[in-house]
């Protein structure tokens, strides 16, 4: 059973700062492409930024320069650093896993809801 705990995520004010976590197993984490999607009212979910078990990583457009996602070996947790955010940006964020030791099925979290408002 694959679990991923998601932390963080709140309120705003345009230009603020939050942080998501989100924490798994030692061999989820060790082996798989993790990310963080979001999914706005009346919008598809999209993905938002993602980082493989060698530390590639990958951004979507909108939150190039702003957002950092970066791996934590010690605590089996990925995080999403998000800057200078903006009200495009308020949405619930999903932890996503690609599991290669399952045939690359995907898990997601339960979702956290980020607003930015002023």
């Known amino acids: 059973q694959v679990q991923l705990v998601e932390s963080g995520g709140g309120s705003v004010q345009p230009g603020g700062s939050l942080r998501l976590s989100c924490a798994t197993s030692?061999?989820?984490?060790?082996?798989?492409?993790m990310g963080w999607y979001r999914q706005a009212p009346g919008k598809q979910r999209e993905l938002v930024a993602t980082?493989?078990?060698?530390?590639?990583?990958n951004y979507i457009d909108s939150v190039k320069g702003r957002f950092t996602i970066s791996r934590d070996n010690a605590k089996n947790m990925v995080s999403l650093q998000m800057n200078s955010l903006k009200p495009e940006d308020t949405a619930v964020y999903y932890c996503n896993v690609l599991y290669p030791l399952n045939g690359n099925r995907e898990y997601w979290g339960q979702g956290t809801q980020v607003t930015v408002s002023s």
């Open positions: 030692r061999l989820i984490f060790s082996t798989s492409r």
């Open positions: 980082i493989t078990p060698t530390d590639s990583t």
